[in-house]
């Protein structure tokens, strides 16, 4: 693969998709563009207009044609000159329910560190009970002997200082603003 040169960020959605993308090769090439960043590309929550909320990295979206229309995308873009560097960020992930949807993110938050799945997330593993607390869960996950469950249902974090699932920092009483825990002002 060569250095890029000149790269074309283009912003995936449902309706703009893989098989656009393939039909604006020409175009692109013309331009002088090396290289084409696509984002985001993993399969999203259903009806994500945006899919950074991303329930399968190992999956590439299906309402974008999934594999198949990747690779013809890819194909397309190669016969132009083009190649493709795709926005794959970890943390880029959902919540959702049902439970299938994110099986990996669900195992973890219920298996904890006996999940296999426990390896793919940055959980310090050393602290007491193992638990990982998440400001949407109306309660915790427990699977006891012979008992499993499929998780809880979500809320809405009910936090001080919030406005739409926002952090909005405040004046803390002993300096600079402060932003509630597992919240970023201004974040996705």
């Keep these: ?8 960020r283009v912003q995936l959605h449902p309706g703009f998709g ?16 090396s290289h084409v960043y696509l984002s985001p590309v993993l399969q999203a929550t259903p009806g994500s207009m945006h899919g950074y909320d991303v329930v399968d990295h190992a999956r590439l979206r299906d309402d974008f044609g999934g594999r198949p229309a990747f690779d013809a995308m890819a194909a397309q873009l190669t016969r132009h000159g083009l190649s493709v560097v795709v926005d794959v960020v970890p943390n880029h992930m959902a919540v959702p329910t049902p439970v299938r949807l994110n099986t990996a993110l669900w195992s973890v938050l219920r298996d904890g560190p006996t999940s296999p799945y426990a390896r793919w997330f940055d959980v310090d593993w050393s602290g007491g009970n193992h638990a990982v607390l998440m400001p949407v ?52």
């Design 1 to 8: 693969m060569n250095a890029p040169t000149a790269t074309y």
């Design 137 to 188: 869960l109306a309660e915790r996950i427990t699977a006891g002997p012979g008992r499993r469950r499929t998780g809880p249902a979500l809320r809405r974090p009910r936090i001080p200082g919030t406005c739409r699932n926002r952090a909005v920092a405040a004046a803390g009483p002993a300096g600079p603003p402060v932003v509630p825990a597992g919240l970023v002002a201004g974040g996705r």
């Design 18 to 33: 893989f098989a656009e993308v393939a039909e604006l090769a020409g175009y692109l090439a013309r331009l002088g563009i």
